[in-house]
């Protein structure tokens, strides 16, 4: 936090719905100059980050940073993303966005870049965002709640008309989570193109990533195939190497069923609290990887 307050002029913390656990650091937070705005309620990320956006505008910003909790934020950071917006704009590119070219060890950039250029499957965190843009196309979308919330954004923009750029050279640090070698009931699977390495989410995560995996390929098949494609095919190869992970496998699969059935349906927003108690008896059954070794 200490770091992102050093680079803008101000800073908004928006607390999803953390109850009491999180009053100390929150009340710190405040106490620092940081505004803080708690919701009683889990909205989702999209909704969380539209609250802080429609807060920043009342402040009278123009541009926001869209940051996760867990982002490591360097010094010069939003200086670099700055420029590299600044860059863009005097050549008359209509900017939707700006990202690292790394969130972590992930590459957002496509191709070579020099002052700027291309990025696809872009994380939202750290992403320059100039507000006029929102006023155009739209907030993110609440009703995702969580996962490919970045992406919808991204194939937006891209279908109104808006270039989606990385910042040359640019990292955003980010704690990775939980690595589990890739097996196959058991064994390793290497394939051309597939790391030999699987992050797995928390297991209620997969109702939302194969529910708004098929609302998102729906609506954006026909404007963007080509990476609508690559993408539903690699999801794919995860959810199955997820669901030969799972125990009980039978629980994932319950998981997934309910969130075909919901794609169907329209059914979109929150997953249905009778699910939880499914998503919470899941385990993954795979050898974590030591990141020592990697």
Same mark, same amino acid.
């Given at each position: +936090?200490?770091?992102?307050?050093?680079?803008? =002029?101000?800073?908004?913390?928006?607390?999803?719905?953390?109850?009491?656990?999180? =009053?100390?650091?929150?009340?710190?937070?405040?106490?620092? !100059? /940081?505004?803080?705005?708690?919701?009683?309620?889990?909205?989702?990320?999209?909704?969380?980050?539209?609250?802080?956006?429609?807060?920043?505008?009342?402040?009278?910003?123009?541009?926001?940073?869209?940051?996760? *909790?867990?982002?490591?934020?360097?010094? %010069?950071? &939003?200086?670099?993303?700055?420029?590299?917006?600044?860059?863009?704009?005097?050549?008359?590119?209509?900017?939707?966005?700006? &990202?690292? $070219?790394?969130?972590?060890?992930?590459? *957002?950039?496509? !191709? $070579?870049?020099?002052?700027?250029?291309?990025?696809?499957?872009?994380?939202?965190?750290? +992403?320059?965002?100039?507000?006029? &843009? &929102? %006023?155009?196309?739209?907030?993110?979308?609440?009703?995702?709640?969580?996962?490919?919330?970045?992406?919808?954004?991204?194939?937006?923009?891209?279908?109104?008309? #808006?270039? /989606?750029?990385?910042?040359?050279?640019?990292?955003?640090?980010?704690?990775?989570?939980?690595?589990?070698?890739?097996?196959?009931?058991?064994?390793?699977?290497?394939?051309?193109?597939?790391?030999?390495?699987?992050?797995?989410?928390?297991?209620?995560? #997969?109702?939302?990533? /194969?529910?708004?995996?098929?609302?998102?390929?729906?609506?954006?098949?026909?404007?963007?195939?080509?990476?609508?494609?690559?993408?539903?095919?690699?999801?794919?190869?995860?959810?199955?190497?997820?669901?030969?992970?799972?125990?009980?496998?039978?629980?994932?699969?319950?998981? #997934?069923?309910?969130?075909?059935?919901?794609?169907?349906?329209?059914?979109?927003?929150? +997953?249905? =609290?009778?699910?939880?108690? /499914?998503?919470?008896?899941?385990?993954? =059954?795979?050898?974590?990887? %030591?990141?020592?070794?990697?």
């Amino acid at each position: +936090m200490a770091s992102v307050s050093a680079q803008v =002029d101000g800073v908004i913390v928006v607390d999803d719905g953390s109850g009491p656990i999180a =009053d100390e650091t929150l009340d710190r937070l405040a106490a620092s !100059g /940081v505004t803080v705005h708690r919701q009683t309620v889990n909205s989702g990320i999209a909704g969380a980050l539209n609250t802080g956006i429609r807060l920043a505008r009342e402040s009278g910003a123009e541009i926001v940073i869209t940051f996760d *909790q867990d982002s490591l934020v360097p010094a %010069d950071f &939003v200086d670099a993303l700055r420029a590299t917006y600044d860059a863009a704009t005097a050549d008359d590119v209509r900017v939707g966005v700006i &990202v690292p $070219e790394y969130f972590a060890a992930v590459r *957002q950039a496509r !191709g $070579e870049i020099a002052s700027y250029g291309p990025a696809a499957n872009i994380i939202q965190s750290g +992403m320059l965002l100039p507000l006029n &843009v &929102v %006023d155009s196309i739209g907030e993110l979308r609440a009703d995702y709640f969580i996962d490919l919330v970045d992406t919808e954004f991204e194939l937006r923009l891209r279908r109104e008309g #808006y270039a /989606v750029l990385a910042a040359p050279g640019l990292r955003l640090g980010h704690a990775l989570g939980t690595q589990y070698r890739r097996e196959f009931f058991g064994r390793p699977v290497r394939l051309p193109g597939i790391p030999p390495e699987i992050t797995l989410s928390t297991p209620f995560r #997969y109702f939302y990533r /194969v529910r708004n995996r098929i609302v998102l390929n729906r609506e954006y098949l026909w404007t963007a195939p080509a990476q609508i494609i690559r993408d539903t095919f690699l999801d794919g190869i995860h959810f199955v190497n997820a669901l030969a992970v799972a125990r009980p496998r039978r629980a994932l699969w319950r998981l #997934y069923r309910a969130a075909i059935n919901a794609a169907i349906r329209g059914r979109t927003g929150r +997953m249905p =609290d009778a699910l939880q108690p /499914v998503a919470d008896c899941i385990i993954w =059954d795979a050898p974590v990887l %030591d990141r020592k070794k990697r």
